[in-house]
């Protein structure tokens, strides 16, 4: 869900959210993490169905499987972990969080990149498409992992 450069920072604050102790060490404890098995459709399906149900079982755990699933480049752009929950409740992403209907459209894929728009119903009715961008070709220990280099906001 990039959409900011920013400045990375380690992930090594603790933070509290709504009572609940969620670290922003990586990967999140306690939410679904990346798999070499997973293809880019199965990592946009994970990251839908925690975000559509987010406070459960815990509070924020949907938002948490989402920063999971972002590639190393995007939570460099968007965390630490407290800065991308207040991404992804903010006002273009709002939808995501809690939403009540998606509709995928066809996964485009390319070699070590794919992308599909998603269109999202939010839980206030309001409907946003996305532009999901993912990739598996990267160096380091999450090389052939497909993971979320970018979330667009396509319309709103």
Same mark, same amino acid.
């Given at each position: 869900?990039s959409?900011?450069p920013?400045? /990375?920072?380690?992930y ?6 709504? /009572?609940?102790?969620?670290s922003?060490? $990586? ?8 798999a070499? /098995? $997973? ?15 987010n406070?459960e ?5 949907g938002i948490a499987?989402? $920063?999971?699933?972002a590639s ?15 991404m992804?409740?903010g006002?273009? $992403? ?7 209907a998606a ?7 390319? /070699?070590?990149t794919?992308?599909?728009r998603?269109?999202?119903?939010g839980a206030d009715?309001r409907v946003a498409?996305?532009?999901f ?17 970018r ?6």
């Amino acid at each position: 869900m990039s959409c900011t450069p920013a400045v /990375g920072t380690a992930y090594t604050a603790a933070s509290t959210t709504g /009572g609940t102790r969620m670290s922003d060490e $990586y990967p999140i404890d306690d939410a679904p993490t990346p798999a070499p /098995g $997973y293809d880019p459709s199965e990592v946009i399906e994970i990251q839908l169905e925690g975000l559509a149900n987010n406070d459960e079982p815990v509070d924020n755990a949907g938002i948490a499987t989402a $920063y999971n699933f972002a590639s190393p480049a995007n939570r460099r752009s968007t965390g630490p972990f407290d800065r991308f929950v207040k991404m992804v409740t903010g006002p273009q $992403y709002a939808p995501m969080v809690d939403h009540v209907a998606a509709t995928t459209g066809p996964l485009e894929q390319n /070699g070590h990149t794919a992308e599909q728009r998603v269109t999202l119903t939010g839980a206030d009715g309001r409907v946003a498409t996305y532009r999901f961008g993912l990739s598996d070709d990267r160096s380091g220990s999450l090389d052939g992992y497909w993971l979320t280099d970018r979330v667009l906001v396509v319309e709103s």
